[in-house]
Nanobody, 122 residues
Framework: QVQLVESGGGSVQAGGSLRLSCAAS????????MVWVRQAPGKDIDGVAHIYIGAGSTYYADSVKGRFTISHDNPKNTVYLQMNSLKPEDTGMYYC???????????????RGQGTQVTVSS
């Protein structure tokens, strides 16, 4: 089992920044990719960014390219999501997920944290 704990959410005005953290513990060796997803009120969950830990490969949804950066700190087993130039449409619950994929592509959401709320006001 892998436990994921998100933090760093909050309320900011449009144009502001936040950095989300996702600390992983447990059988981390069973995973090689981590994803940030978000769910806006009344909408489906959407992928935001993902990273393959060993390869360092990253992927971003078009809506956040150039504004968000995903990174991983190996010694701390923590994934970060730096969010700049935030927009009201970035509002939602942000979840960290983790899984294992033998090839770089879609990372399965085998494990998921409890989420952290991000609210961006105009």
């Amino acid at each position: 089992q892998v436990q994921l704990v998100e933090s760093g959410g909050g309320s900011v005005q449009a144009g502001g920044s936040l950095r989300l953290s996702c600390a992983a513990s447990g059988y981390i060796a069973s995973t090689n990719c981590m994803v940030w997803v978000r769910q806006a009120p009344g909408k489906d969950i959407d992928g935001v960014a993902h990273i393959y830990i060993g390869a360092g490969s990253t992927y971003y949804a078009d809506s956040v390219k150039g504004r968000f950066t995903i990174s991983h700190d190996n010694p701390k087993n923590t994934v970060y999501l730096q969010m700049n130039s935030l927009k009201p449409e970035d509002t939602g619950m942000y979840y960290c997920t983790a899984g294992f994929s033998p090839v770089i592509g879609t990372c399965p959401h085998t494990y998921r944290g409890q989420g952290t709320q991000v609210t961006v006001s105009s």
